[in-house]
């Protein structure tokens, strides 16, 4: 397990969904866990308090955990793992080059991403298919309807 408290305790570590988790999956959980080590978060670890606990990892960007951007961007999929929510969040100003490079996210427990932008919360118990969004970070979300997740 990666020791960090970012993650849930039953997390395995930080992982990219573009990267098949079997074979040397222990390897590479070393590896990213150390990558994420590494980041410079806006919120310091001891700094992250109770806010959404019990609802497992989140897939969210470092333009959320390290550049300290608000949350413009979510949507809930079928969840990639056990301890995986589902949940993935993006501040909006991702291209798709940067979502593609997995240096550039990680997995968190959601409890983390929600001290980094409480207005998630009231949206978590949305079911999977739910996306949301708003234009500025200071607006309320909207539901989207047209929205699908990739495939990949």
Request: hydrophobic letters at 35%; aromatic letters at 12%.
């Amino acid at each position: 397990r990666c020791p960090n408290p970012r993650f849930p305790r039953s997390t395995p570590s930080a992982y990219s969904r573009s990267q098949p988790q079997e074979g040397n999956a222990a390897k590479r959980r070393v590896i990213q866990c150390a990558a994420v080590a590494q980041k410079n978060f806006k919120l310091r670890a001891e700094d992250i308090k109770d806010l959404a606990t019990g609802r497992g990892a989140c897939f969210a960007t470092d333009m959320i955990t390290v550049e300290g951007h608000k949350v413009r961007f979510m949507y809930r999929e079928k969840p990639d793992m056990d301890v995986d929510s589902g949940w993935r969040f993006f501040s909006g100003f991702e291209s798709d080059e940067y979502v593609d490079d997995p240096n550039n996210s990680a997995i968190y427990d959601i409890n983390t991403i929600a001290n980094y932008d409480p207005d998630i919360i009231p949206l978590l118990d949305a079911p999977i298919g739910s996306a949301f969004e708003r234009t500025d970070a200071s607006l309320s979300f909207k539901e989207v309807f047209d929205f699908e997740p990739s495939e990949d």
